[in-house]
């Protein structure tokens, strides 16, 4: 914790001192693109996208779920999403699973979330079961069909928000659905026209 108390007390000398760029968030911000992941730590979209603040509008839930689109029974996601969209106009949104992932492992496996009640009724909610067809024991540390899969559900919910459609329908906004390696930093993009996911 140390280190992180020292990093963040250097911060404003560090990045900001000089950097005109950080004096001109006080009118507000332009995030060009929106990023939906995994709070997972081992997912930086900063450092992954190489881009600095200001730029990336961040949403991070227990894996990259996103809740279909229920004002009646707001979540803080569904408020994200919209605020982005409506709000911010930001032209793109990635939504990008990850290899090793322990909310989609722990699902795809059929893990025992008992004692994790919270995180079972999170889970439960908003991810499809382990689909058929794949013998749990196939399913390798990194999960990454059942990951894939999943992408491809959260974005078809995120479709499913009046918001992200509308703006899809007017050409004002792209969404793209990818999948990232963390044991070798790769990144897959989902193909629509073949329902596979290749390299960017
Ligand atoms: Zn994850």
């Known amino acids: 914790m140390l280190r992180i108390i020292d990093q963040a007390r250097a911060f404003p000398s560090r990045y900001g001192g000089e950097e005109p760029a950080l004096q001109g968030f006080a009118g507000g911000q332009r995030p060009s693109a929106m990023f939906i ?3 997972d ?3 930086v979209p900063t450092l992954l996208t190489g881009v600095g603040p200001g730029e990336l509008f961040e949403l991070r839930t227990a894996g990259n779920v996103v809740p279909p689109y229920d004002p009646e029974h707001a979540t803080s996601e569904m408020a994200t999403i919209e605020y982005a969209v409506c709000v911010l106009g930001v032209s793109d949104i990635i939504l990008c699973g990850h290899s090793h992932c322990g909310a989609v492992g722990a699902v795809a496996r059929g893990d025992d979330l008992r ?3 919270a995180v079972r009724g999170w889970l439960s909610r908003s991810v499809p ?3 058929g067809g794949a013998d749990v024991g196939d399913l390798g540390p990194d999960v990454a069909r059942p990951v894939q899969r999943h992408v491809v559900t959260q974005m078809e919910k995120l479709r499913g ?3 992200v459609s509308e703006a899809v329908r007017d050409g004002r906004l792209g969404l793209h659905a990818w999948y990232y390696e963390v044991h070798t930093g790769a990144v897959q993009a989902h193909q629509i026209a073949t329902g596979a996911f290749s390299s960017l």
């Open 37 to 39: 992941t995994c709070s």
């Open 41 to 43: 730590s081992r997912v």
């Open 115 to 117: 004692t994790l009640p």
């Open 129 to 131: 079961p382990h689909e």
């Open 161 to 163: 928000y009046p918001c």
